[in-house]
């Protein structure tokens, strides 16, 4: 099996705190008490980057900082952690996008990922001045990729299509190594965009057997156009020494929610026009009840927060298991979250991708520093003998 690869989020939709920070996809976002500061979010990504994951996804909207500029604040702040940077076709022009691109993965040193975000409200979108409905926006989007992709090989690029038109346009400096681009979507048009254009499908936390639907069914849609595409799943965790330590931060972050607030995100939710977003709804059902959907993953973050709405709840060993379980029907990337997201970092980093290496799955991406002894000042620095005694 292939090294897993996991990443972390970047809490830039209200903030951070103990409890959930629900709203987004629509909905006004809460406060989590801890603002989303360059000093707060470079933590994160510090601690991330120390612990093993591989990026940091970042996320667009209205109800959130600008991606770009957070992380181009961020790579200043930290080594070799990458940025899985989410940004909307459309709203940018393919150019200025894939110059943008360029400028960020060769001054960051090659540590740019792009998460495209078609946009599933529209009612959002026309806060940008966007007024396309759905499928034109699927469309749009598909054809932003291929110009984008077109002139990263670094040749003049003439286009005249339903959505855009290019005249002559060559792009100086390419990013080296090209951006791998992510994407998700559950609808027909989301998925075909996937398999024509995509490096990685994200869905969000499903039962493993809802994925492993969407995995066979965009690689069908792949392998038709002689493509391949690797498969990531975007989940929320709580990992804990023990299961009932779990369970009881569930429990806590669960007590947390009103009933009020319940109703307020879940009625702007309903509005969404995503069938991803209407999947997680359909998960919890707006109730507190019955939220284990499958063994150790739990839907109560969806009852407040737009987008990924699942939970790994667990000790270490039975997350490892079911990290395993998804990898078993093709995901091999894993972006992930928890409240507080410092905290989650560590006990995820430590406990449960430990796990993971015993079991083969995963290796830090990045050597293990090694200690070396100081040489007092004016001293000469020790020589071995080459001569046997």
């Not at 929320?236 to 806590?252: G, L, N, S």
Request: net charge neutral; with cysteine.
């Amino acid at each position: 099996m292939t090294d897993l690869k996991f990443h972390w989020f970047l809490p830039t939709n209200g903030g951070d705190g103990r409890q959930i920070v629900g709203g987004g996809h629509g909905t006004p976002a809460g406060s989590g008490g801890r603002p989303a500061s360059v000093a707060y979010l470079g933590q994160i990504a510090r601690s991330a980057e120390q612990l093993g994951f591989e990026a940091a996804l970042t996320p667009t909207g209205a109800w959130c900082e600008d991606a770009w500029i957070t992380t181009a604040m961020l790579s200043g702040v930290s080594e070799r952690l990458k940025f899985l940077v989410a940004f909307r076709p459309g709203l940018t022009s393919p150019f200025l996008a894939a110059q943008m691109a360029g400028t960020f993965q060769n001054l960051s040193g090659g540590r740019l990922l792009l998460n495209v975000v078609t946009g599933g409200e529209s009612h959002e979108q026309r806060m940008y001045g966007d007024f396309l409905d759905k499928d034109a926006r699927y469309e749009r989007c598909g054809e932003f990729l291929e110009i984008v992709r077109a002139l990263w090989s670094g040749k003049p690029v003439d286009l005249s299509g339903r959505h855009f038109q290019l005249a002559d346009a060559t792009l100086t400096q390419l990013p080296v190594p090209l951006p791998r681009v992510y994407f998700g979507g559950s609808s027909p048009a989301a998925l075909d965009v996937a398999a024509r254009h995509v490096d990685v499908y994200l869905t969000w936390g499903e039962p493993p057997a809802a994925v492993a639907e969407k995995v066979r069914r965009v690689r069908q849609l792949a392998e038709r156009r002689d493509r391949t595409v690797d498969f990531g799943l975007r989940v929320h965790v709580i990992a804990r020494d023990t299961a009932e330590e779990a369970w009881a931060e569930a429990d806590r972050l669960l007590a947390g929610i009103s009933e009020k607030q319940i109703r307020d995100v879940q009625t702007g939710l309903r509005r969404s026009e995503s069938e991803g977003q209407r999947r997680m709804l359909a998960l919890n059902g707006g109730t507190k009840d019955g939220l284990e959907i499958h063994p150790n993953l739990w839907a109560g973050v969806g009852l407040v927060r737009g987008g990924a709405g699942t939970a790994f709840v667990g000790s270490h060993q039975r997350v490892a298991d079911l990290v395993e379980e998804y990898a078993a029907v093709g995901i091999t990337e894993f972006v992930l979250s928890g409240y507080p997201h410092l905290e989650e970092a560590y006990r995820f980093g430590e406990g449960v991708l430990p796990e993971l290496t015993r079991r083969g799955l995963w290796r830090h991406p990045a050597p293990a520093p090694r200690s070396v002894s100081a040489v007092p000042f004016g001293a000469a620095a020790p020589v071995q003998s080459a001569v046997a005694s």
